[in-house]
């Protein structure tokens, strides 16, 4: 695994961002599968500080799901392949009967043994405390001072309807670098129709109120300013009208609607030659493309134009270059790794963005560590619905940051 740390070394940092609802809907094949590629990807970048964000821990039914919530939670704890980690620090929200604080996010983090000087910070007291054994945190994480947990106000929600969108944040201190972290989870797209009806959507604009939201939260007045990153379901999507528009630029738009209400109901595409053979199937739930290579082929990048629900807060968020296909939405059949489910367009909902003073931690200019991975975990695998994503970094030794004068002081000895 890791090996001893030095301090000409620094720190090997892994995070990873998973939406896990699919592996309580069949617990039994997919979350072996998951935990083996997990399992792989930890061993082949070896991180001496891991965090793991999850979403949508314990799937639609979470209640009928709670023991395989604990099922997995113990086997991340305890088997072979995570020994080395000698310290672990698990926040999960399973209060599922409060509807106006339950998120069903989990942050999981895990420290190697080689890593002797990493400290969490107390947000109530306002000071770091050293990290020993391993805790788990279950219970109602709003009374926990160890982390912030918030779920967005309901006039944020659409319609105001309660769903399980938050976030938590936890913040860090390696040696001489602090740092937060935060754990994410925004609205969704309900109709691939409405989505289609306006560019950019009126679900872009939620997801970006919301996002705006907990930026303003973690960077207020209350405690000292650290580098963040901030990683978890975004739910971004492309461009619905741009990207159709594209795919189906030489084809003709049939509207379907509804005998009662005179509602669309689906749109159909089809080409203007070629027996009209159809482009495109569209309803609510239902994104049928003819040709679902143009997703994978480059692993999709051709695509990314119509990725821009980032471009809103480029003065606030990095990231670095996605190379991976879009990581939404995969079948959930344990039998197709690499094929989508024809309800979305193909989209990377699933990121890790960072604050600049983060991505200086480890893009330095005079830097000679340059081995930076950004990249989806089990890509020839099914993973359930959502490909987990990774960025594994180093921050070298001494990297200035962050540990200020006041409540983010550490007094310890270095690596």
């Not at 998120?103 to 000087?117: D, P, V």
Request: with cysteine; net charge negative.
């Amino acid at each position: 695994m890791a090996g001893k740390l030095t301090a000409a070394q620094g720190a090997g940092i892994l995070l990873v961002t998973a939406n896990v609802g699919s592996l309580f809907e069949d617990p039994e094949n997919l979350q072996k599968i998951w935990l083996r590629e997990f399992y792989q990807t930890v061993q082949t970048h070896n991180p001496h500080f891991l965090a793991v964000h999850f979403q949508e821990v314990g799937g639609k039914n979470y209640e009928a799901s709670m023991s395989h919530v604990d099922s997995f939670v113990k086997e991340l704890l305890s088997s072979e392949a995570m020994k080395e980690f000698s310290r672990a620090r698990v926040y999960l929200d399973e209060n599922y009967k409060s509807l106006e604080h339950f998120t069903a996010l989990g942050s999981f983090y895990f420290i190697h043994e080689s890593l002797k000087n990493i400290h969490q910070f107390d947000f109530k007291a306002k000071k770091f405390k050293k990290v020993v054994g391993k805790e788990t945190c279950s219970e109602t994480l709003e009374s926990t001072s160890m982390l912030e947990k918030e779920k967005f106000p309901q006039d944020y929600f659409p319609e105001c309807k309660w769903s399980r969108k938050g976030f938590i944040r936890t913040r860090w201190a390696l040696a001489d670098c602090a740092f937060d972290l935060v754990n994410i989870h925004l609205f969704h797209d309900a109709s691939n129709l409405v989505a289609w009806e306006r560019s950019p959507s009126v679900y872009s604009g939620t997801r970006q109120k919301a996002l705006g939201f907990v930026l303003d939260r973690i960077t207020d007045q209350r405690y000292d300013k650290l580098p963040f990153f901030i990683f978890g379901d975004f739910n971004f999507r492309l461009d619905s009208k741009q990207v159709i528009e594209s795919l189906c630029s030489s084809a003709t738009m049939q509207t379907v609607r509804t005998t009662d209400t005179n509602e669309v109901h689906k749109l159909i595409f089809r080409e203007t030659d070629n027996d009209r053979k159809v482009v495109l199937h569209l309803e609510k739930k239902l994104f049928n493309y003819v040709n679902q290579d143009v997703f994978r082929e480059n692993n999709g990048t051709s695509l990314l134009e119509f990725d821009k629900e980032l471009s809103v807060f480029k003065d606030r968020l990095h990231e670095h270059q996605i190379s991976f296909p879009p990581s939404y939405p995969y079948s959930e059949d344990s039998s197709q790794g690499k094929e989508y489910m024809n309800t979305r367009c193909p989209a990377w909902c699933d990121r890790i963005l960072m604050s600049s003073s983060a991505r200086d931690l480890f893009l330095k200019p005079d830097s000679e560590e340059k081995s930076v991975t950004y990249d989806n975990v089990g890509p020839s695998v099914c993973m359930g619905d959502h490909k987990p994503v990774f960025l594994s970094f180093r921050v070298p030794a001494g990297a200035e940051t962050c540990c200020q004068s006041g409540e983010n002081k550490v007094h310890e000895a270095p690596l």
